[in-house]
């Protein structure tokens, strides 16, 4: 069983592009998380989402941020006209429920974006 | 708030015992977590409590949990150099839809 599988692995970007980070959930898992690590930090919260709704953005920056997890494919996180303050490894983590029970978060690798 | 704060490093000798410290602000914590992270790698769940237990034990590791203080920790007995990494402890908290909070991690090293 194949784990949270994230691509790409290391992204690098200059400010003003488009960055499109998937993720691509345990088998059977139907929740996403992402979650943000800036440099010598701990991880922040940014969205949850289900098959085709978000449930939880409160964590995304209000602007040039979106995520969606659409009813084939990846989740993807899109971080449009990127800016070097957008460096940072972002993770998914995918259970198979969500809110309302307690189901363990498994981790990605994590997707490391540098913005030259 | 949904402060959790931790102690940046920490330094043992091979075979000794670690001891991380977590301390967490939400009295609504329904879940807490310790994680571990390697250099350039994701998140791997060690263990977790729920928060009306006061210990957990799973092999090497033992967490205890204070709720009055709002305090915990993870032992690690017998610390190998293996065990040299970030480690995370998070909180889900009851309504908060199962996101994580985490702290800001401790960095173990284990010295020969």
């Known amino acids: 069983n194949a784990g949270v599988m994230q691509n790409p692995r290391h992204l690098v970007r200059r400010r003003g592009q488009e960055a499109r980070l998937r993720c691509s959930p345990m088998?059977?898992?139907?929740?996403v998380y992402w979650y943000r690590q800036l440099p010598e930090e701990g991880l922040k919260f940014m969205v949850y989402?289900?098959?085709?709704?978000?449930?939880?953005e409160s964590g995304m920056p209000k602007e040039r941020f979106s995520a969606e997890f659409p009813k084939e494919g990846p989740s993807i996180l899109r971080i449009q006209q990127v800016v070097r303050g957008d460096s940072a490894a972002y993770f998914c983590a995918s259970s198979p429920q969500g809110a309302g029970t307690q189901e363990t978060q498994y981790f990605g690798p994590g997707t490391r974006l540098l913005v030259l | 708030g949904e402060d959790v704060e931790q102690s940046l490093f920490l330094s043992v000798r091979e075979g000794d015992s670690s001891v991380i410290n977590c301390t967490y602000t939400d009295s609504s914590s329904t879940y807490l977590y310790w994680y571990k992270q390697e250099p350039g790698a994701g998140l791997q769940l060690l263990t977790y409590?729920?928060?009306?237990?006061d210990m957990k034990q799973d092999q090497r590791l033992t967490v205890l949990l204070n709720k009055k203080d709002k305090h915990l920790s993870l032992r690690i007995a017998d610390t190998q150099t293996g065990d040299s990494a970030i480690y995370f402890c998070a909180e889900s908290l009851m309504g908060g839809g199962n996101k994580l909070t985490f702290g800001t991690g401790t960095q173990l090293k284990v010295e020969l």
């Open positions: 088998k059977g898992h139907s929740h």
């Open positions: 989402l289900q098959k085709e709704n978000i449930i939880d």
């Open positions: 409590i729920f928060s009306n237990m």
